[in-house]
């Protein structure tokens, strides 16, 4: 089993839509929680940090639940520009030095 | 401020060459950490320098080896390589209080 799933998709939405990401992890000790995102052949860019409160960030929501293992990222109001592979990221370590466990990626495409 | 510069960007080798490949961490940060992306993979972690030594290692061969220097930057050779090393190659550099910054990466194809 990989130590953290995510479904690849790709997820076609239209403009102005609500989708919502997924992803488990298997270790229980994890400790830190991010989403990334990653344009077509470029680096993995932090898009945002999970917390078990919940955060939001825009039109982004991110959410942890621990007890399931789970975690979430929400996109409303979906533009053009959000067309990317998003990445679930799970620290076991220190979330500075431990290492980045990422999921295979889930692939978002806006249409018009 | 620079961040994290890789170099070379591209890069074609024959099956059973070697290779090396180079990383300058961003201003300020003292740990490189490696990272191999298949096509349609998320990135798996390779190695981890921390004071020129290899503090954490996943899951791959020997063949796969590092080294940091004083100026904390990094190589990555791979040596025997495989078709199945055509990769992208991240470096990600960090230090303490300060999160991950990842280089643009390297594209290594295996012919």
């Known amino acids: 089993r990989k130590e953290v799933e995510q479904d690849p998709g790709p997820f076609n939405v239209p403009e102005g839509a609500t989708v919502a990401f997924n992803c488990t992890y298997s270790n229980s000790a994890s400790q830190s929680f991010f989403w990334y995102r990653q344009d077509c052949r470029k680096e993995p860019k932090l898009l945002m940090s999970?917390?078990?409160s919940g955060n939001e960030d825009g039109r982004f929501t991110a959410q942890l639940n621990r007890a399931s293992q789970y975690i979430s990222l929400l996109i409303r109001d979906s533009k053009l520009s959000d067309s990317a592979t998003y990445l679930c990221v799970v620290i076991n370590g220190s979330s500075n030095t431990g290492k980045l466990i990422f999921g295979q990626g889930t692939t978002l495409q806006v249409k018009p | 401020d620079a961040g994290v510069t890789q170099s070379p960007t591209h890069l074609i080798k024959t099956r059973g060459q070697q290779v090396t490949l180079r990383c300058s961490p961003k201003?300020?940060?003292?740990?490189v950490s490696w990272y191999q992306q298949a096509l349609g993979q998320g990135p798996q972690f390779i190695f981890q320098?921390?004071?020129?030594?290899?503090?954490q290692r996943g899951n791959f061969p020997d063949r796969f080896s590092g080294h940091q220097f004083p100026n904390y930057s990094s190589e990555l050779n791979v040596n025997a390589l495989l078709l199945g090393d055509s990769a992208l190659y991240l470096c990600?550099?960090?230090?303490?209080?300060?999160?991950?910054?990842f280089g643009s990466g390297t594209r290594l194809t295996v012919v």
């Open positions: 201003s300020g940060h003292d740990t």
């Open positions: 320098y921390y004071e020129e030594e290899e503090r």
């Open positions: 999970v917390y078990s």
């Open positions: 990600a550099s960090s230090r303490d209080n300060h999160g991950y910054t």
